[in-house]
């Protein structure tokens, strides 16, 4: 992890008062690594490895591309894809529509959606600083609304609920593509390393996720997923 992690767990440790840990880390040792550290060092578009050229060709949204950046990801987290699982037709990439996938976008497995037992298995990936757009999940299809609980397996990910102040840290954090389209009503947030987890606050609450300096794998468990009950904060965005 790198130090301006540290100085983002740290400042989502306050953020966060009810932030679970199993890691059993403290804030007090992780505030030891801050002196020297400038607000300036956190800004999540210093995170990123690659930019939108990479990603876009004449406009279009290159999946190939896509996953050629998590699979690099991968490599460096030293995270082992089966091989099952790297030709698993279920593995998807999405820049949601949004022009904007070196920071705003997402890569995932489907492992379980089942509706007659309502359960749901995901894994997500996300690049370096990389944010799913804010959402919501509303009831659908004769179901009640999905809530979902979220645990690190590789790299990092800030959580971000609703509420909060649109402090400094937490701006910096933002994609300007989000802010600009005033897409963000979630400024409370929690830094989470490999093994700590966290939870949706209520169901229907709007909610995102951004990825971390090296990346992340994050494993979500959840009620039946319904594409109908997905609703973006942000209008142009679609799954
Ligand atoms: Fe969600």
Redesign the pocket.
């Given at each position: 992890m790198q130090r301006r992690d540290v100085l983002k767990a740290f400042v989502g440790g306050v953020a966060g008062a009810s932030f679970i840990n199993f890691a059993g880390s403290s804030a007090s040792a992780r505030t030891a690594s801050l002196s020297g550290e400038t607000t300036n060092q956190i800004e999540g578009s210093a995170m990123q490895k690659y930019d939108n050229d990479f990603f876009y060709k004449d406009g279009v949204f290159q999946q190939d591309k896509a996953f050629q950046a998590y699979y690099e990801m991968f490599a460096e987290m030293n995270y082992s894809l089966a091989d099952s699982l790297r030709s698993n037709k279920d593995f998807w990439v999405s820049d949601f529509g949004l022009g904007d996938f070196a920071r705003v976008g997402m890569g995932g497995i489907f492992f379980f959606n089942d509706k007659e037992f309502r359960y749901f298995g995901h894994d997500i990936y996300l690049l370096p600083g990389q944010m799913?757009p804010e959402?919501?999940?509303e009831p659908a299809e004769d179901m009640p609304a999905?809530h979902?609980a979220w645990q690190v397996r590789n790299g990092s990910v800030y959580t971000f609920s609703e509420g909060g102040e649109k402090t400094p840290q937490a701006l910096a954090l933002l994609p300007k593509s989000q802010l600009d389209a005033d897409a963000i009503h979630c400024f409370n947030f929690k830094f989470l390393r490999v093994g700590d987890q966290d939870r949706?606050s209520r169901l229907c609450a709007p909610?995102f996720m951004i990825a971390g300096s090296d990346g992340a794998v994050v494993t979500e468990y959840a009620c039946y997923h319904s594409m109908d009950g997905l609703k973006f904060s942000n209008p142009k965005a679609h799954p």
């Amino acid at each position: 992890m790198q130090r301006r992690d540290v100085l983002k767990a740290f400042v989502g440790g306050v953020a966060g008062a009810s932030f679970i840990n199993f890691a059993g880390s403290s804030a007090s040792a992780r505030t030891a690594s801050l002196s020297g550290e400038t607000t300036n060092q956190i800004e999540g578009s210093a995170m990123q490895k690659y930019d939108n050229d990479f990603f876009y060709k004449d406009g279009v949204f290159q999946q190939d591309k896509a996953f050629q950046a998590y699979y690099e990801m991968f490599a460096e987290m030293n995270y082992s894809l089966a091989d099952s699982l790297r030709s698993n037709k279920d593995f998807w990439v999405s820049d949601f529509g949004l022009g904007d996938f070196a920071r705003v976008g997402m890569g995932g497995i489907f492992f379980f959606n089942d509706k007659e037992f309502r359960y749901f298995g995901h894994d997500i990936y996300l690049l370096p600083g990389q944010m799913i757009p804010e959402h919501r999940h509303e009831p659908a299809e004769d179901m009640p609304a999905k809530h979902e609980a979220w645990q690190v397996r590789n790299g990092s990910v800030y959580t971000f609920s609703e509420g909060g102040e649109k402090t400094p840290q937490a701006l910096a954090l933002l994609p300007k593509s989000q802010l600009d389209a005033d897409a963000i009503h979630c400024f409370n947030f929690k830094f989470l390393r490999v093994g700590d987890q966290d939870r949706l606050s209520r169901l229907c609450a709007p909610h995102f996720m951004i990825a971390g300096s090296d990346g992340a794998v994050v494993t979500e468990y959840a009620c039946y997923h319904s594409m109908d009950g997905l609703k973006f904060s942000n209008p142009k965005a679609h799954p």
